[in-house]
C-alpha cells in the first residue's frame, strides 16, 4: 500500500498506509495550523521530544483515538499520569505496532515537558513496509547521520531548517550530505520568529546536490 504524508506544519506529519503514525503532534498552540486537533486520527502517536511545540496535543489525541504515544522513559513516566497509553524507548531501541517499525535515533537537543526535564531527545526511522523515513527531531547536524544513513537506508529525511533552537538551511545540507538519501522534506520553520527561513532556498541547495525535495502545503496529503 503506497504512502501518504500529510504535513500538519512545524515538525508534524501524518504517516498513512495500513496505519496511521503521527509524529510530534502540535496543534492547538500552532500559528500556521487551522486543524482541528479533535478531528486528527492516529493509531500510533511518536513523541521526539517533551517540547510543547512538538508533544502538546499527544495526551488529547490519544484519548481521543484510544493511540499509544511511544517517547523516552523520562516522558513516558510524565504523560502516562495523564491516563494515556505509552510505549518508552531510548536511542537504539525498536518498537513494532501493527507491521510499523520504529527505532529511537539520537538527536542533539533539550527535552522538557511543562518544566520537568524529559529525557534525551530523538528522532525516529519508520518503517512501514512501503518507506524508510528518518524523522530528525529537533537537532543540528552530526557526524553520526552518517551512521544513520548507513545502517537504517531511509528513503527519506524530515529534517528541521529553521535555525535558532535547530539546525538552519545551511546544517540541514551539511545533514543531507552525510545521510546520503535521495528524498527531503523540510520542517521546522516559520512557526515563530526566531525560525524563520526559506525552504526554497533549501530545496534549490538539495536538488543542486541530487536530492529530490518536497515542500508541502500544511494539511495538504500527498505521496512519494
Sequence with gaps: MATEIIWHGHAGFSIKNAVNVLVDPFFSANPLSSEDVNGIKADLILVTHG????AGDA??????NGSPI????E??????KENVETIDINPGGTIEYNGVKATAVPAIH????NGAYAGEAMGFI?????????????????KDMELIGEIYHPDIAMLPIGGHYTMDVDGAIEALKLLKVKNAIPMHYNTFPPIKADASEFQKKAERSGVKTIVP????PFKL
Excluded: R
Excluded at 511511544?70 to 522513559?73: A, E, Q, T
Excluded at 516522558?75 to 502516562?80: D, G, T, Y
Excluded at 533539550?110 to 515537558?113: D, N
Excluded at 519508520?126 to 552530526?142: E, M, P, Q, V
Design 51 to 54: 517540547h510543547f511545540d512538538h
Design 59 to 64: 495526551v488529547t489525541i490519544a484519548k481521543k
Design 70 to 73: 511511544v517517547c523516552s522513559f
Design 75 to 80: 516522558l513516558s513516566e510524565i504523560i502516562k
Design 110 to 113: 533539550s527535552s522538557s515537558y
Design 126 to 142: 519508520i518503517d512501514n513496509g512501503d518507506l524508510k523515513i528518518y524523522h530528525a527531531g529537533d537537532t543540528t547536524f552530526f
Design 217 to 220: 502545503d500544511i494539511a495538504k
